[in-house]
Every structure is written in C-alpha cells, then in structure tokens.
C-alpha cells in the first residue's frame, strides 16, 4: 500500500489548486480579467500560472473578440476536473479521522 | 472573499501531509521505524521531514528506552489534528461541485 499522496504535480501548488477549484466550480468560462480579479494576482503571476496549467492539460484557454476587443477566457477541462476528483478523494481517504 | 488556499505552510508539501496522515490516524505514538516501513522513506528523508513538522509544531517526538534500546516515536498534535481538519475542510470547500 503506497502511503504517500500522488495527485497531479501542478496541484501541489495551492494557488494553482486555488485557480483550478475556481474553474471548475464554473459552468462557464472566466475570463482572464475576472480571474485577476477574483484571485487578487499580479497580471504577470496568473499568467505564469495559465500557461503551466494549460500546457498540463488541465485547464483550456480561448481567444475571441468581444465588441473588437480581444477577450481571453479559461475553463477547466474534463481531465482537469478529473484530477481535481482525483486530489479530493486522495485528501479525504488520508484524513479519514474527521 | 480570499481565493487563494491559506492552510499551513508545512502541509503544502505532499510527503509531509502523507505523514501527518499516517500519524493523525494512529491513536498511538508510531516509532520512526515503522514509519520509515510505512512511508517507504529513506532514514535521511524522513527524518528531515519530522524535523521540520516538530519544529512547526505539527508533530510530538519523544525518545525512550525499550529493553535498553533507545526507540523514538511521533505522535500528531492537537494543533497538527487542528490544521489538518481546516486543510480538508479548505479542499472540500473549494471543491464543492464533487
């Protein structure tokens, strides 16, 4: 029996987790303006964070124009929420105790 | 509303929150021996681990003789029980749409 967690290595990060928790609790896409502002980071910062989670996968990003405007939103993907599930699960079957 | 995940420091590392996992689920003090059986840790590793989870305040070491052979055993803190329960309850806040 391996004791030690093994969820996905980007959400051993909490403000990644945070992130993801935010996205997947949304049945539509957020755009990147709102997601500075809900999760009070620096432009530069949740950027960073984007680009590692879209590159894993875990997250989707598009680009469209609103009013002529660019607008870029983000949303969780399946496997990104599978993982989530995943993350979860693992927490909750190692603090059984509460 | 602050987003970001704020649990203690010391548990956003996954080996150490397996740790305080195994411990927290124990009713009674587990000696380093078995929890390097149980971690499938080197000696090194864990022990730095416990280190720093005793220093944060996470975890009680005691050291005593047992048929005159020196044995060392960890037990959970109420205040590491206390910071692993608003760490779940944290996750499972965050991860509602489950």
């Given at each position: 029996?391996?004791?030690?967690?093994?969820?996905?290595?980007?959400?051993?990060?909490?403000?990644?987790?945070?992130?993801?928790?935010?996205?997947?609790?949304?049945?539509?896409?957020?755009?990147?303006?709102?997601?500075?502002?809900?999760m009070q980071l620096t432009k530069g910062?949740?950027?960073?964070?984007?680009?590692?989670?879209?590159?894993?996968?875990?997250?989707?990003?598009?680009?469209?124009?609103?009013?002529?405007?660019?607008?870029?939103?983000?949303?969780?993907?399946?496997?990104?929420?599978?993982?989530?599930?995943?993350?979860?699960?693992?927490?909750?079957?190692?603090?059984?105790?509460?």
């Amino acid at each position: 029996m391996d004791k030690i967690l093994s969820f996905h290595p980007l959400l051993a990060d909490k403000v990644r987790l945070s992130i993801m928790g935010v996205l997947a609790n949304s049945n539509e896409p957020i755009a990147f303006t709102d997601l500075i502002e809900a999760m009070q980071l620096t432009k530069g910062n949740l950027s960073s964070h984007m680009k590692k989670l879209e590159e894993g996968g875990l997250i989707k990003m598009e680009k469209e124009f609103v009013n002529r405007k660019p607008r870029t939103t983000y949303e969780c993907t399946p496997n990104g929420r599978e993982h989530l599930k995943e993350y979860l699960e693992q927490i909750q079957a190692l603090l059984k105790f509460n």
